[in-house]
């Protein structure tokens, strides 16, 4: 069974810094791509950022590019985004997922992608 579990979740004022990692278990880590997505209330699902465990290239959707940085670490076994200059709109439900598709151009799910139950990101004004 796999699973996937995120971490580091919590309420931040606007311009603060958190950082989400995500572990998973029963599926090999460094395979295909791995990411971000997020919901926030009343919105649709978006896309936040991605790193491709093949090549390491890394996506960033627009609204976070210069703010957000997804690595994985030198282990291979933790994904990690770290959250720069948080805003209220960052509010949202941050979900990881594995086996995802990831370019530097392009993020997208999979018939093979794994989720996990996602971390709340509360941001303060």
């Known amino acids: 069974e796999v699973q996937v579990v995120e971490s580091g979740g919590g309420l931040v004022q606007t311009g603060g810094s958190l950082r989400l990692s995500c572990t998973t278990s029963?599926?090999?880590?460094?395979?295909?791509?791995i990411g971000w997505y997020r919901r926030a209330p009343g919105k649709e699902r978006e896309q936040v950022a991605c790193v491709s465990a093949i090549d390491g290239r890394t996506y960033y959707a627009d609204s976070v590019k210069g703010r957000f940085a997804v690595s994985i670490n030198r282990a291979k076994t933790a994904l990690n985004l770290q959250m720069n200059n948080l805003q209220p709109g960052d509010t949202a439900i941050y979900y990881c997922?594995?086996?995802?598709?990831?370019?530097?151009?392009?993020?997208?799910?999979?018939?093979?992608?794994?989720w996990g139950q996602g971390t709340q990101v509360t941001v303060s004004s």
């Open positions: 997922v594995v086996g995802i598709y990831c370019t530097d151009y392009l993020m997208s799910t999979t018939r093979h992608d794994y």
């Open positions: 029963g599926y090999p880590f460094a395979t295909y791509g």
